[in-house]
């Protein structure tokens, strides 16, 4: 269901007077809590050719076009893959096989991924996926992939 319906249907029941655009601007401004240390090696990683930056997540569309686009993300990767998006949420198998076959990902690649959610890392392996844990930005930068390429 689409999320604005959603809210506008069970704002009905509630006394909430605002509009359902004015609360989801003042939810998704809120609840956005960007780890700057990430989005600058995110930014260092974008600025080398020999790298493809993707992002997947498991958003509805009105959340992952702010994402996009509200927040900026669209200036570092070259794709979004989210769950409204494929059909698929983000801790299921599919998700992650149908990234595969929409980047048309083959075996020997192992795309590099971090998640902070051990099911879901355990899902993108299982998809085929060179997958890690991540808590905070030395996860990304001390990877050995990363810290390859920074130091090129």
């Given at each position: 269901m689409d999320l604005k319906e959603a809210l506008a249907e069970?704002?009905?029941?509630?006394?909430?007077?605002?509009?359902?655009?004015?609360?989801v601007a003042?939810?998704?401004?809120k609840d956005s809590v960007i780890n700057a240390d990430v989005l600058g090696v995110v930014a260092r990683l974008a600025e080398l050719s020999s790298v493809e930056l993707y992002l997947a997540t498991g958003q509805e569309h009105y959340r992952a076009n702010f994402l996009w686009n509200d927040l900026g993300f669209k200036e570092h990767f070259k794709e979004i893959f989210y769950s409204a998006k494929l059909g698929h949420l983000k801790n299921t198998p599919e998700f992650f096989e149908t990234i595969?076959?929409?980047?048309?990902?083959?075996?020997p690649e192992r795309p590099l991924y971090f998640d902070d959610q051990m099911e879901i890392v355990a899902l993108a392996c299982e998809a085929g996926w060179d997958a890690s844990m991540f808590e905070s930005a030395e996860d990304v930068v001390n990877h050995r992939q990363i810290r390859d390429l920074l130091t090129e």
């Open positions: 069970a704002f009905s029941g509630l006394q909430y007077e605002g509009s359902v655009d004015r609360f003042y939810w998704f401004t595969n076959r929409m980047l048309d990902i083959s075996p």
